[in-house]
DNA sequence: CTGGAAATTGGGAGCGCTCCCATTATTAAT
DNA sequence: ATTAATAATGGGAGCGCTCCCAATTTCCAG
């Protein structure tokens, strides 16, 4: 179990160097008889070869890192995170990627952790979770850096940028149709930061929404929240004085949040307020009363942004990119829809 | 911008690439004058020496893995693996180490994953987050191969391993026996899952304290969970028909599951039925009814983690160590302390 | 059989660093 | 000024692999 080399099991094989590394990287033009000999030695052995000397002569670590700008406190308190990450750990283990995570949260963070993502000979590209307003100069910094790079979620300026994300605004504006559909006439929303695009896009998808039903868009119908349950809450308790009877929450933790002032208010759900959310994170039924939501595909998500990236890393084409995945109403308790029908 | 080599400063700084190194490396012996030019042209340039040959070339990655087997479902479903991640984050980036992310789903991710963490040049050394009766096999594996390692939680098997943990079945007993000093007469626990440590020990704990006060230990009132919300939920109604006035949960997240199924079942907390958690993560500040629970320092958790691992990766002391951190009652609604006392 | 093409194999060079040792410059002490 | 110490510097070797090319073997048609 020792340190062998490639060397060490060419002499137990009884070839050279060049031919154990022809069988390990399944390269043809090796006699079976030959690559069967090899093969026994290694299995025997236990033998891997250094992945930092692979590193070193082929120029390439096989490795991916995943950036969470930001967002550390996020991380922990929106599960959105942690599903996005599975989803890129998934894949990354079915590409046979090693996943290395980076989370930013001070300023010293990024001081430590920017020089090491763009150093040489540590990844072969970067998924950086954007959509903040601060993401910029990361994205900057590493396309400068010619570092293969995909955005998950669109960023700010996302010119000559890969992204994938799903199509806030008419997300969002389905789940308000939804509402206005069922005949809510005080449609309020708690929206995300503003310095997000998603909080920017599901906030635009709402107003598009009400002004095309010809509804007009009332300020006290709208707070700010920052994807954390206590934000939903709060956010809540300032829309409470304008009465809605039916809120968009641009997240379902803040949904969840959210429905706990109202429920808090000694209003019923979804009777004197109706709630939608948006996600669909196995949260959104775990609550009381059952979300309904927006739906997008979170591990799809993660799986995609790898499948981009590694087609980056492998094909060398940097040709910007972008996909843009389907979201879906999920129909459950909190909009009424059952009772409003 | 591009690839620099130690060689390309050395020669616009004037200097032999071995001075470089030793700047770069912060080696004494360099004079203050000559050091100064290096770190000009360096600063000038943008160089970072090269990830992969300094792994090969000093046999020291600077990258320490986090192994999550057999809870890939878990993460995403009780907060406490990302919280603990955070941690581990943190503390990596502190010491300048980078981290790698390895969930393990299936057996076939296993079958990736094993040899890839095993590897020599890839990591300095893994954290593995254990206490899950399948994880002996790659702890096995990983001590075999001479990996410097520590466990997150008691492995099954902890001799000659080094861990981090909490004493679980004290902090158990404290939950429940304060619980007994509150008057509670049929005190129910919602375990963990009987192959996991945590789940044995938070058990023992309860029925530990129940035998020492005298209390018959009854299996009606002893509820198997999974550590999910709807584990909890599931669990506390199997529990329902034994009527506890009282319930032990081992995790919060299965509390709130538990607390979510009382309240549907028309019971009040905590004046019908009172509850304690265990893990005191945010979400216990957050449901209706702010959850009574032991405190676990998690994010201290996965910084010893990191420290006790770069100790044995830096000193090479592989000796066996254990830290047990400190945990605590906190009281809150949950358990009706206010309305009793 | 024989020659030439194709398949297989081996070895050198090199990836960019660290580490060691020999060399040279500097300092302090006589 | 001379020598012995110490500090600073440069260069070779080597980490363990990949990649290329040259050498060898195998194969098949004529």
């Given at each position: 179990m020792a340190d062998l080399t490639l060397e060490d099991i060419a002499k137990q094989a009884g070839v050279s160097r060049s031919t154990v590394s022809r069988v390990v990287n399944n390269h043809p033009n090796v006699r079976g008889e030959v690559r069967q000999r090899v093969l026994q030695v290694i299995e025997d052995t236990g033998f891997h070869p250094n992945a930092a000397a692979r590193t070193l002569a082929s120029q390439r670590s096989w490795t991916i890192g995943l950036l969470l700008p930001h967002s550390v406190s996020f991380f922990f308190t929106d599960p959105y995170y942690p599903h996005l990450t599975k989803g890129i750990a998934q894949a990354c283990n079915q590409y046979n990627y090693t996943l290395a995570l980076f989370l930013v949260g001070t300023k010293e963070d990024e001081e430590k952790i920017f020089p090491r993502v763009s150093r040489k000979g540590l990844l072969d590209g970067v998924i950086v979770q954007a959509g903040h307003h601060g993401d910029q100069e990361i994205i900057g910094h590493l396309v400068d850096a010619a570092m293969p790079l995909v955005v998950a979620g669109r960023p700010?300026?996302?010119?000559?940028v890969s992204y994938v994300d799903i199509d806030n605004i008419n997300a969002a504006a389905s789940a308000v149709s939804h509402l206005v559909r069922l005949g809510y006439q005080r449609i309020g929303t708690i929206s995300g930061p503003a310095n997000s695009t998603v909080g920017l896009d599901r906030k635009e998808g709402y107003v598009k929404t009400l002004k095309e039903r010809g509804r007009s868009v009332d300020d006290s119908l709208i707070a700010e929240g920052d994807f954390t349950e206590a934000g939903g809450y709060y956010a809540m308790q300032k829309l409470l004085p304008a009465k809605p009877d039916a809120v968009f929450a641009a997240s379902d933790i803040m949904a969840i949040g959210a429905m706990r002032a109202a429920k808090e208010a000694g209003l019923n759900i979804p009777d004197d307020v109706a709630f939608v959310g948006f996600?669909?994170?196995?949260i959104a039924t775990l609550s009381s009363i059952q979300l309904t939501t927006i739906r997008q595909p979170v591990i799809q998500f993660g799986v995609k942004s790898v499948e981009l990236l590694i087609d980056q890393i492998e094909?060398?084409?940097?040709?910007p990119r972008r996909v843009i995945l389907d979201t879906e109403l999920v129909i459950r308790e909190s909009c009424g829809a059952s009772r409003r029908k």
């Open positions: 700010f300026r996302s010119d000559n996600d669909d994170l196995p094909t060398g084409n940097t040709t």
